[in-house]
């Protein structure tokens, strides 16, 4: 009966953790942004047609991660990037979001502000602009904040050597005005303040003042055609305190973000569409992948196309705007079905040859130059049923080469899903699931434990089969038991544990001439709060690397001496067993304290000073609380933790 419950208990549970996972990566519109959406349905507009009015297009690159110790051609390749594709593509804006230089030294460990990166870095942009009109609009990463105590302080870099950071500390509010409307683009700087070395501030921060700023900017922006957020961190990786920054940006088409990397390129399409109908659009790496966005804006339509330096052509549709990336709320998507031309902007160095149109595998024609990069074809949107449908379009250029473009699109605002991964990894709060992570694993530990020390009967947990799975489960939880039943090991164990849950990891110097102090629900330095974040992460490394080796190692420890004492009377038996505890528990137990103690030297200190080495009750105090309880392992009165039967227990 009780396994009963506990099989009705589980799938409860796992049934409500399901629905809350769905519920969150949801991207349908909740009821709050549906009816705003219905109070901001927007007036007749100018028809999309072959005129090359109402269009202005724009660049985005991301972690650039200038270094003066390794790939010293990313400074040289982006001014490669300027010369080969700006006069090409004549945008009206170039954003880049972030990570502008390394700030690591070449032995990849400590971080900290250098002047020669940011040289660099303003010696590209400077050359950038001499090939475009284009405005400029840059923001700070989390590199670019590694060991900055103060936003207005000289270890500030930013402040000096970038395009907006001589103008705005942080975020900030930019308009750019067209014959046919204004567009508003909103930085959003999350770096924590202060800017703590690496690699604490892998995640964004923003306190209710920050937020407070952004939510007046956001007002500001009240009256243009079109909102567009950009920064640096996903607003996964942003901590704040509810509603949060998707709230804030609830009035924004997009938000434009990189950081991730794409994952090293295991989710190069990380997109996806918030509750509130924001679209989140995270852009890969210039570090390493060389990878650059072009966006446009045509009659209010947002669209985007993601290539990588050294791609020609270019191709952009902007009409009909691929179905996966409709944003109702915040776009006249009606003007779609109501548009006489298709539309598609070709950016090549080569004069163009040809541009293809096929609509559901059927020719549809050949589309003509209107204007500039501009080519339109006549069609009619209202012959086409409901639904997804698929749009292809080749260009050939004189140079020979050819690109084919082929994505959905529908009339009556149908729209496909978002692949899993991306909506997983942006729409979750990962501050969130990894304090969740890190508070399921310690209870799941102390509850074990605990319930392990309470139980009467070794029977009750034991199973009757005699196949391996069986014996394995039966041994193991046998020596879980005798580490439960050992009071000193028990209750170090669980205290160990609660230290780590509560209490200070390190003393460290955060920044330089800052003295801090990590727990793993954050850091205070400098007078400041900084919640924890990647500090969990590594809660759980600790948990699961540290003190649960432990514990099987104990109970190994303990269940190889009761072996040695029923089995003492027999010589070779004996022998056997000390062999045994050799390979199975003394070896294991080294490696451990091996591990450990590089940990203890190299982590922390390597990044936070030799302080961190010497205040370290976490690291270091791992090292020393294994030694005394393996000692309290071969110490201990072996028959009295042997003393549960299968019909009581003894306590200690």
């Not at 780590?500 to 400098?526: D, R």
């Amino acid at each position: 009966m009780k396994a009963f419950f506990v099989v009705i208990g589980t799938v409860i549970i796992l049934s409500v953790l399901w629905a809350a996972l769905r519920d969150a990566l949801d991207p349908n519109l909740t009821s709050q942004y549906e009816a705003s959406r219905r109070l901001g349905d927007r007036g007749e507009g100018p028809k999309m047609d072959g005129s090359p009015d109402n269009i202005f297009w724009m660049v985005q690159l991301s972690d650039i991660h200038i270094s003066k110790f390794r790939d010293l051609k990313r400074g040289p390749d982006l001014e490669q990037f300027c010369r080969d594709y700006l006069p090409v593509i004549q945008p009206s804006l170039v954003l880049i979001t972030g990570d502008l230089t390394d700030a690591k030294t070449s032995d990849d460990r400590t971080s900290g502000q250098m002047e020669e990166e940011w040289q660099i870095y303003r010696h590209a942009i400077d050359t950038c602009k001499t090939f475009t009109s284009a405005t400029f609009l840059d923001t700070r990463g989390n590199h670019d904040a590694f060991d900055v105590a103060e936003v207005s302080g000289s270890s500030n870099l930013y402040r000096k050597y970038s395009v907006m950071g001589t103008q705005h500390a942080l975020s900030y509010h930019h308009q750019h005005v067209t014959p046919f409307g204004t567009y508003s683009f909103i930085a959003v700087d999350a770096c924590p303040v202060p800017g703590p070395r690496r690699p604490f501030n892998f995640f964004g921060y923003l306190d209710d003042v920050r937020v407070h700023q952004l939510e007046g900017l956001s007002v500001e922006s009240g009256g243009s055609n079109l909102t567009v957020w950009f920064g640096h961190y996903p607003t996964s990786f942003i901590v704040q305190d509810p509603p949060g920054i998707r709230h804030v940006m609830r009035n924004g088409v997009a938000y434009l973000c990189g950081h991730l990397h794409t994952l090293g390129d295991h989710v190069t399409k990380m997109f996806t569409r918030h509750k509130t109908g924001t679209l989140e659009l995270e852009l890969g790496d210039w570090k390493v992948n060389r990878v650059l966005r072009v966006l446009a804006v045509d009659h209010d339509l947002l669209t985007f196309v993601d290539a990588r330096l050294g791609d020609w052509p270019l191709v952009l549709v902007t009409n009909p705007k691929d179905a996966l990336f409709l944003t109702p709320r915040h776009q006249p998507v009606d003007a779609i079905s109501q548009s006489s031309h298709i539309r598609v902007l070709v950016f090549s160095q080569s004069a163009v040859v040809s541009v293809e149109v096929y609509i559901d595998d059927s020719y549809a024609g050949r589309a003509r130059q209107s204007k500039g990069p501009l080519y339109t074809l006549p069609w009619e949107p209202q012959s086409l049923t409901s639904g997804l449908h698929s749009l292809r379009v080749t260009v050939k250029d004189e140079a020979g080469s050819e690109k084919t473009v082929v994505q959905p699109f529908s009339v009556d605002g149908t729209t496909p899903t978002f692949a899993f991964w991306p909506r997983f990894i942006l729409m979750m709060n990962i501050f969130d699931l990894s304090k969740i992570t890190f508070g399921l694993v310690v209870f799941i530990y102390v509850l074990l434990m605990a319930s392990l020390r309470q139980c009467s009967t070794v029977r009750s947990l034991h199973t009757a089969s005699d196949d391996i799975l069986s014996r394995l489960w039966n041994t193991w939880v046998y020596r879980l038991l005798l580490v439960a039943r050992t009071g000193t090991i028990y209750y170090t164990l669980l205290g160990f544990l609660l230290y780590i849950t509560f209490c200070p990891w390190f003393v460290g110097e955060f920044m330089t001439g800052h003295l801090g102090v990590l727990f793993v629900w954050g850091t205070f330095v400098k007078g400041t709060f900084i919640p924890g974040s990647l500090t969990y992460f590594y809660g759980i490394f600790q948990v699961l690397t540290f003190n649960v080796p432990l514990t099987l190692i104990l109970g190994t420890t303990l269940d190889l001496r009761r072996q040695e004492v029923v089995s003492r009377h027999v010589p070779s038996g004996w022998r056997r067993t000390t062999r045994w505890r050799l390979l199975l528990a003394d070896l294991p137990f080294c490696l451990l304290v091996v591990f450990q103690t590089y940990v203890a030297l190299t982590e922390f200190p390597t990044n936070y000073g030799t302080t961190a080495m010497v205040v370290s009750p976490v690291r270091g105090g791992s090292v020393l609380v294994a030694v005394i309880l393996l000692y309290f392992a071969h110490a201990t009165h072996i028959k009295r933790s042997c003393a549960v039967n299968t019909n009581g227990h003894t306590d200690q």
